[in-house]
């Protein structure tokens, strides 16, 4: 249940042939052992080659010359965002990705819940660092929503609840008072009474209804634009597989099922895209924003006991 913010733009994540190295594929098919660190190559970042750019040189040619995507270079050097200058150095990573800085407590694990890259394979091309700090997320790219195909998407057509609820919890890195941590939470948390009425939030077919460990009882609907809805710690479902359902039409009801989050009974509402790796989580909000959903409580809901 927790996956790494898009904001505005569309996360294209992507395993490609031929770019991560020999341990790395290994590691695809087979999970390493955590004493297996003398295997590790250096971390990536400490092995990033220096180009000096020439007259002539423009960011599609200095990628397709390394075999990269010309948005590995752009994340790693923004200067040349308007254009790459004779005599710029540049850096140039050995496959395609992108660096980010982990947030203070975030696990190899949390990494691989954001962005859909397995743990082993990101503990180990970084160097087998115990802990994440400044890392290299391979195969990961940051692309325009046009090169989605999602330009003419307008985003959810209804509220997923009967009237627009108060946000308990946001969508993204929130500290987990339970555990002392932080946590990913791919969704939103819409407070409401037990029994409350749990709608589609667009057109589109139910591929799921059921228990889950931590989702409880869930109802999953797909779109047509390469989306789906999730509708998580249901008290009852009012749907069915296959069925094919309208904005506003009748899932369930909120319930208390689950491993929840915050104390209140209420829904947790989550928005996938389809992305290579899988189904990946994007703010509701961001869908949700010609709905005026009433503004969070000033003081946040307690967690749950343990």
Known sequence: ????????????????????????????AKPIAQNSAPLCSPPVLTRLQ?????????????????????????????AIANGVKPGQEILIPPYNGIRITAPQ????????????????????????Q???????????TWTSTSELGVDNYTGLTAFPLDVPREVGLSYGWQTQKIQNRRLFHSGIDLVAPVG??????????????????????????RHSDRRQTR???LGRVRT????????????????????????????????????????????????LGTV?????????LPPINP
Not at 1 to 28: E, F, K, N, Q
Not at 109 to 123: I, N, P, S
Not at 200 to 216: E, R, S, W
């Open 105 to 128: 407590g975030a696990t190899w694990k949390d990494l691989e819940a954001a962005y859909g890259v397995r743990a082993d394979v990101l503990f180990e091309v970084n160097g087998c």
């Open 50 to 78: 220096r180009y000096r750019s020439r007259p002539g040189d423009s960011l599609a040619s200095i990628a397709a010359a390394h075999s990269l995507l010309p948005q590995t270079l752009l994340q790693l050097n923004p």
């Open 196 to 221: 409350t009425p749990v709608l589609a939030a667009a057109p589109g077919t139910v591929i799921y209804t059921g228990p889950d460990q931590n989702y409880g009882i869930l109802v999953i609907v």
């Open 130 to 140: 115990k802990t994440p700090t400044t890392v290299f997320l391979p195969g990961v």
């Open 240 to 287: 069915a597989v296959g069925r094919t359902v309208n904005a506003g039409d009748l899932l369930g009801t909120v319930g208390t099922s689950g491993d929840r989050d915050i104390s209140a009974a209420h829904l947790h509402f989550e928005v996938r895209y389809l992305s290579p790796v899988g189904w990946v989580a994007q703010d509701p909000l961001l869908h």
């Open 1 to 28: 249940m927790r996956v790494w913010p898009l904001v505005s733009l569309g996360l294209s994540l992507a395993y490609l042939v031929g770019v991560l190295p020999p341990i790395a594929l290994r590691a695809l």
């Open 231 to 233: 509708y998580a710690h």
């Open 292 to 300: 005026n959903i009433p503004t969070p409580p000033t003081q946040p």
